[in-house]
């Protein structure tokens, strides 16, 4: 078992099967072990509120939430939003996605790839020449590179090495040499610095992060006036826009390069850890009034086809609490749809030492969501397949340049590594509109167009006495959505579906695993005993939640406790 582990978010154990001759996963199960109930929380309350409680379901992916319910609320009660709301929603949003993918690679992810104690021995003039042969970027050089070295020297000497103690270092599956390992660590220190700068647009635009406070049903509450000191002003739009070109050129000289370069020692995680073969994307980005109109296009792909993108309809969705500890009030031989759904806990076990693999019991605190009766995988690999399937032109440019320059087919997006890929390449699309909205935006209060909030409905005597709302939102792990049920101007129900329950969800009625279940079966484990191979495919799905490995060999024989960092 490694429990806990860190560079994760929540509670989640990941139960599987070794064949220890083979040495390969031969079955896996997802077991999340912590009870949210936010649902439940928001019940009789004031829908223009649930946003503030929806957004406390995650600290990491903060505004998310948020941004979800009020769509929700806003869906039920036939609310549009001024064109500057959507642009400050927009720019928040890909703010999000671009802190969240920058921080996932570099503090998250690329510890399973990279041995940062291997960099101890890299000669820096070699580190300098490979980081030269891959971006300009700067700081580069010798002197900068033995200056990382000899910092990272001191601190492996103290003996305090805080998140990087009790890690598999030494593993046989890592494969940079030592020189990449020590470029790795330097854009790692500055991947801190970047993302402390850049998450300063949050606190411009919403008051603090995480949790930001300028949302509101029907747009914004942060005003704009290019005049005015209180407000979002001319000066606060550079402060913006300064933020985002450096943020752009980090992105596109230091994280897409670096990733390409540690991808080049793994070509053989392009044909592991595929997963379902059936993705989901909502669409996320409206670039108008018109809410269909989105950057990132919605769509579902099934059985690795990109020949045909599907529509999304959000009523063929529905969750199975088969082997979760739920239940339904009319019994839980059936999936429900979310505006449907309830949230009632029933806890049957398993306890601890977890014995219960291979039965047919309840084994987590997720249902499984199914679209049309398929399990689907979300986040980003999703949305990139689906735009690239749908012809998007950045999107495609940016992939099959990757593909060419790693020399692997379009087939290994379908993998692990095609997981982090794609999240690199989204990262690169975004930081370039975020550009292009600020200037948007920008251009809206020089004509004086300043409006952030409708004024529709915002009195609940103008509601109708019962309705009923979605709010579909693409988060940085996936497709999220918010089901709202408002009667009496009160919450009379409130369901959430959100991406690490598509993802790491558990079996459903027919036995069908889900997406992170299947993504592990097959994968090869160099040593049971370190299970680093099971962490990189679980982490490139980037969980909402802490995550620990129980290891059993195929005669259901525990074979190793460990704990890591």
């Known amino acids: 078992m490694v429990d806990p582990i860190t560079r994760i978010e929540g509670h989640l154990r990941i139960e599987v099967e070794v064949d220890t001759d083979k040495r390969v996963i031969t079955d896996a199960f997802s077991c999340a072990t912590m009870f949210r109930g936010i649902e439940i929380i928001l019940k009789g309350r004031d829908p223009r509120d649930a946003w503030l409680f929806a957004q406390r379901i995650c600290g990491v992916c903060t505004v998310v939430h948020a941004l979800a319910s009020i769509r929700a609320v806003e869906d039920a009660l036939d609310i549009r939003i001024p064109p500057n709301a959507r642009l400050i929603r927009n720019i928040i949003s890909a703010v999000q996605f671009m802190h969240d993918h920058v921080i996932h690679f570099y503090h998250l992810h690329a510890l399973d790839w990279v041995d940062i104690t291997s960099a101890l021995k890299a000669d820096p003039a070699a580190t300098a020449a490979l980081a030269e042969s891959i971006s300009d970027w700067q700081p580069s050089g010798k002197v900068y590179f033995r200056g990382v070295q000899d910092r990272f020297k001191k601190f492996v000497e103290s003996g305090q090495l805080g998140p990087f103690s009790n890690a598999y270092w030494g593993h046989p599956a890592y494969k940079l040499p030592p020189e990449a390992n020590l470029l790795a660590v330097a854009h790692y220190l500055e991947a801190l610095e970047w993302q402390k700068d850049f998450i300063r647009i949050h606190a411009v635009l919403g008051g603090k992060n995480p949790h930001l406070q300028s949302l509101i049903v029907g747009g914004v509450s942060v005003p704009v006036d290019p005049k005015a000191e209180d407000a979002l002003n001319a000066g606060s739009i550079a402060l913006i826009r300064d933020l985002a070109v450096k943020a752009k050129t980090f992105v596109e000289k230091v994280y897409l390069p670096d990733l390409l370069a540690i991808a080049s020692f793994y070509k053989e995680w392009a044909l592991i850890g595929k997963g379902v073969g059936n993705?989901?994307?909502?669409?996320?980005?409206?670039?108008?009034?018109?809410?269909?109109?989105?950057?990132?296009?919605?769509?579902?792909?099934?059985?690795?086809?990109?020949?045909?993108?599907?529509?999304?309809y959000q009523d063929k969705i529905a969750e199975y609490v088969t082997r979760s500890w739920f239940e339904y009030s009319g019994g839980n031989e059936e999936a429900r749809h979310p505006s449907k759904g309830e949230t009632i806990p029933k806890y049957t076990g398993p306890k601890p030492p977890y014995k219960e693999i291979g039965?047919?019991?309840?084994?987590?605190?997720?249902?499984?969501?199914?679209?049309?009766?398929?399990?689907?995988?979300?986040?980003?690999?999703?949305?990139?397949?689906?735009?690239?399937?749908?012809?998007?032109?950045?999107?495609?440019?940016?992939?099959?340049g990757a593909l060419e320059k790693l020399d692997v087919p379009a087939e290994a997006l379908f993998s692990t590594l095609g997981r982090t890929l794609a999240r690199g390449v989204e990262t690169v699309v975004l930081a370039e509109q975020i550009i292009d909205w600020t200037d948007q935006l920008a251009a809206n209060m020089s004509r004086g167009e300043l409006q952030i909030h409708s004024g529709e409905r915002w009195d609940p005597s103008e509601w109708p006495a019962e309705a009923m709302g979605y709010g579909l939102y693409e988060a940085p792990r996936g497709g999220l959505g918010h089901w709202i049920h408002i009667k009496d101007k009160k919450i009379h129900n409130y369901q959430c579906v959100v991406p690490s329950t598509w993802n790491l969800g558990p079996r459903d009625d027919r036995g069908q695993v889900g997406p992170v279940e299947k993504a592990l079966i097959g994968t090869p484990v160099a040593d049971p005993a370190q299970p680093l191979e099971i962490l990189r495919t679980v982490h490139s799905f980037d969980p909402c939640m802490a995550c620990g490995v129980h290891i059993y060999d195929t005669s259901g024989r525990e074979m190793n406790f460990v704990k890591v960092g």
Request: aromatic share 10%; net charge negative; no cysteine.
């Open 359 to 400: 039965t047919d019991g309840e084994y987590s605190w997720m249902k499984a969501p199914r679209y049309e009766g398929r399990p689907m995988e979300v986040g980003p690999l999703a949305r990139m397949l689906v735009a690239y399937a749908s012809g998007h032109g950045r999107v495609k440019g940016l992939i099959d």
């Open 279 to 312: 993705y989901l994307s909502y669409g996320e980005f409206p670039m108008s009034d018109d809410s269909s109109n989105v950057y990132i296009p919605p769509g579902i792909i099934l059985d690795g086809n990109l020949g045909k993108v599907h529509p999304v």
